[in-house]
């Protein structure tokens, strides 16, 4: 079947910026592995301070010009070559990614050095080169409109963040990475046999053409369905969230941040951009509705297992399964044909939520780093004295607490309320039944962690002393989320920018 | 019944199994063999529509044939991390099974 030609994008000015994004982390994963790992801290910081460079004038630039920043890689326009696009979301997405890499890059810093005159140890040259790994891949699913480069994207992260899973070795680690692994390679082959499918039905990958083209018959509705399920694998939606919380919890605090906040977050963008970007006409709400009843389910039971964890890196992680949840409303509250103000503070809801999350998790996950540090295990019954010993250590894991259970004011707090407010006006009152109880519970796990925090030490605990500057990183990805709480509670036009009408 | 209407029932027969196996084989190397197989299956599909694709007078559509190559590396990437992990797995726990749960307190 022969496709009418679409109108052709060219290049706009600053869209070379979104190859620097994607191949700069690239080559410096090369001279990593070519340099050896004694330099690796310096290519790492230095790779991760141009990367927020680029990533905050890619977002200025499309704030400025209200329109996406588009590149055409090698001047070859779909359907033969790929373009790379950097809308409103896009360019935040990869502005938050670029902070929180930077964050958990400089809370490792001590802990993966290669100090001189000892050998060189593997683990840390591998936690670095996943570091960068997986800023590549994250701004290349944040920017790619091709669906097989999306896939090789995906790819990409999920075999950086499995030896980041991996890295503190054990049994129970090395089991969790595998599963991760096996979850993650089911899900791409489901990915890969949808867009088999829709290459079968429209003779392109580009997402723009598939848009405009796009029809409800058979072959499309199979291969949307194969797409979304192998992306819910990824995204540990329920019922696949099972590979996620001992591959979170067992991985180190600073990896274990970066896997919560942005790993989990790039199949679920995916899944935004294919439902909103590519398939929007196949968004029938019913169907959507089994999407919401997913996430409802992993925002309930995800948090009633959080509440039953015995340690707290697992309650963290249980924690990101409930917050996950969440995200899925947004399929079903941005109806096709509702008004555009409800629609809209859906929407900004949902990137709302998946923002908050990001830092708020990723602060929960150093603080709970640092916990375990301090007392040399994590066990919930045993916090005993914390607050007195570090005091800025439980203040940020109660900041974080704030956002996760949408407490005013927080970024979690305007996320979940632009959602509650979407689904009242919409009728859904199951999910807004569901959104309040997901807070409540949320407040009963960090409330019951916080008690055991300030309660007194037990009889001879030596607590240890952790470094001031891992601290502050910590509170200061938790102020964040506080912050974002300041933003006015009204759809933000910036998440639109660029986005098919 | 045409080569191409057989290739794509076998492919569809291939996945149908590999998923059958990935969810009764409790064994991570089976089912480890059991997504390699539905990456067989997914890949000859791609072989298909490449064929079926072939109208303007070529053998086949290159495009697919191109991303299959790309989907073949990243499988035997996969699976030779998945092998790594399991045999470091056996060497640590003596078991390569991922049914154990958290025995911790």
Same mark, same amino acid.
């Given at each position: 079947m022969p496709l009418e030609a679409l109108p052709v994008t060219d290049s706009t000015a600053g869209g070379a910026l979104l190859v620097l994004a994607i191949v700069m982390p690239a080559v410096a994963l090369v001279a990593l592995l070519g340099l050896g790992g004694r330099g690796a801290r310096t290519i790492v910081a230095a790779a991760l301070l141009v990367q927020l460079l680029v990533a905050a004038r890619v977002a200025l630039l499309v704030a400025g010009t209200q329109a996406p920043l588009v590149y055409v890689v090698g001047g070859f326009h779909p359907p033969l070559g790929i373009t790379l696009r950097a809308d409103g979301i896009s360019a935040l997405m990869m502005v938050v990614s670029a902070v929180i890499l930077a964050a958990a890059a400089a809370f490792a810093w001590k802990d993966f050095a290669q100090p001189r005159g000892k050998p060189e140890a593997r683990l840390s040259l591998i936690f670095w080169s996943a570091l960068l790994a997986m800023t590549s891949a994250l701004n290349l699913l944040f920017t790619s409109t091709d669906l097989f480069n999306l896939y090789v994207g995906l790819e990409l992260l999920t075999f950086a963040a499995i030896p980041v899973v991996a890295i503190k070795g054990g049994a129970e680690t090395v089991r969790a990475a595998l599963r991760y692994l096996l979850f993650a390679v089911f899900g791409s082959m489901l990915y890969l046999l949808g867009i088999v499918l829709i290459y079968g039905a429209y003779g392109t990958l580009a997402t723009a053409e598939i848009a405009a083209h796009v029809t409800p018959n058979a072959a499309t509705l199979a291969a949307a369905g194969f797409v979304t399920v192998g992306l819910l694998a990824k995204t540990a939606l329920f019922p696949f969230h099972l590979w996620l919380p001992p591959a979170h919890a067992g991985a180190p605090a600073a990896g274990s941040a970066v896997l919560s906040a942005l790993v989990v977050k790039g199949s679920l963008f995916l899944l935004m951009r294919l439902w909103f970007d590519t398939f929007p006409t196949l968004r =029938? +709400?019913?169907?959507m509705q089994l999407l919401a009843l997913l996430g409802a389910l992993a925002v309930i039971i995800g948090s009633i297992t959080a509440l039953r964890q015995q340690r707290l890196k697992l309650l963290v992680a249980y924690s990101t399964v409930a917050q996950i949840g969440y995200m899925f409303f947004v399929f079903t509250l941005v109806p096709t044909d509702a008004g555009d103000v409800i629609a809209g503070t859906a929407w900004t809801g949902a990137w709302l939520q998946v923002v908050a999350h990001a830092f708020a998790k990723a602060g929960m996950f150093l603080a709970a780093g640092l916990v375990a540090e301090i007392l040399g295990h994590d066990r919930i019954r045993e916090l005993g004295g914390l607050s007195a010993?570090? +005091?800025l250590v439980v203040l940020a894991f109660a900041i974080s607490g704030l956002s996760l259970m949408g407490l005013p004011p927080s970024g979690g707090f305007s996320a979940k309320f632009m959602l $509650?407010?979407?689904?009242? =006006?919409?009728?859904?009152?199951?999910?807004?039944?569901?959104?309040?109880?997901?807070g409540v519970l949320a407040g009963a796990y960090v409330f019951g962690v916080l008690s055991r925090m300030m309660a007194a030490p037990a009889a001879g605990v030596e607590l240890a002393t952790v470094?001031?500057?891992?601290? $502050?990183?910590? $509170?200061?990805? =938790?102020l964040v989320a506080l912050l974002m709480g300041l933003l006015p509670l009204s759809p933000i036009a910036f998440l639109t920018i660029g986005r098919l009408p | 019944m045409t080569a191409a209407l057989l290739f794509w029932l076998a492919g569809s027969g291939l996945i149908g199994l590999a998923v059958y196996g990935l969810i009764v084989n409790p064994h991570p190397l089976c089912k480890l063999l059991a997504l390699n197989l539905l990456g067989s299956g997914v890949f000859l599909l791609f072989g298909v529509i490449a064929r079926r694709g072939a109208a303007a *007078?070529? *053998?086949g559509d290159p495009v697919p044939q191109a991303l299959v190559i790309t989907g073949i590396v990243v499988a035997f990437s996969a699976t030779a991390i998945a092998v790594g992990l399991l045999l470091r797995l056996h060497g640590e726990a003596g078991v390569a099974s991922i049914d154990e749960e958290d025995d911790a307190p």
């Open positions: =029938a +709400p019913d169907d010993k570090a +005091p $509650l407010v979407a689904a009242l =006006a919409e009728g859904h009152w199951l999910w807004a039944i569901v959104i309040i109880a997901g470094g001031r500057g891992r601290q $502050l990183i910590a $509170l200061g990805l =938790a | *007078g070529l *053998g």
